[in-house]
């Protein structure tokens, strides 16, 4: 019986996150029809960074070895009403799961975007920070969380992320 209490807990996690996720990409679409598109730019992301596996606290991670890293390759697009409301998402390869995204909301402050989201797979919420651009394009900084069960498919045994990436502009259209 105990399995299946702790079945309904993450069930009922799951739920929450996807009612709360569900009611801020609501909000956004409401304001991004509500306010005219100042921009759009896509662009190519490089990621590099370490996935805390298991259990244990960060101490016994750098003993046990339950810190693994990993790199991912995205292509992705972020478009930015007049408000500075951020929509953005990407997609794209990676090691160890292959496949990834992320999609997220967030507000630009000066030239710093600052964003919350979610990635599907592995699964994780997520907080990102753009530091500022350069010609070419910018760092970004991500911090992440599985707040289920790392023992589901869908965690791929992750209970969180820090990851560090580049960004390349391809092109920016004005709204």
């Given amino acids: 019986m105990k399995y299946r ?6 069930l009922i ?3 929450l996150i996807l009612l709360i996720l569900s009611v801020l990409f609501l909000n956004i679409c409401n304001a991004q029809d509500q306010t005219s598109l100042k921009s759009k730019s896509s662009f190519i992301e490089w ?3 370490v996935a805390k596996i298991g259990q244990g606290n960060l101490n016994e991670d750098l ?3 339950s810190l693994f890293p990993g790199t991912s390759l995205l292509y992705g697009s972020t478009y930015i009403n007049e408000n500075n409301t951020i929509f953005e998402y990407e997609v794209g390869i990676a090691f160890p799961s292959i496949v990834t995204g992320k999609i997220g909301i967030g507000k630009m402050i000066d030239d710093i975007k600052l964003i919350i989201g979610v990635r599907p797979f592995p699964f994780n919420l997520f907080y990102q920070a753009s530091l500022p651009s350069g010609k070419r394009g910018y760092f970004i900084l991500s911090l992440e969380y599985n707040p289920l069960d790392q023992e589901q498919f869908i965690s791929m045994g992750s209970k969180g992320l820090f990851t560090i990436g580049y960004r390349w502009n391809l092109k ?3 709204g």
């Fill in 5 to 10: 209490y702790n079945f309904n807990r993450a």
């Fill in 13 to 15: 996690r799951q739920h």
């Fill in 47 to 49: 990621n590099v960074g």
């Fill in 63 to 65: 003993l046990d070895g």
């Fill in 172 to 174: 920016k259209k004005k």
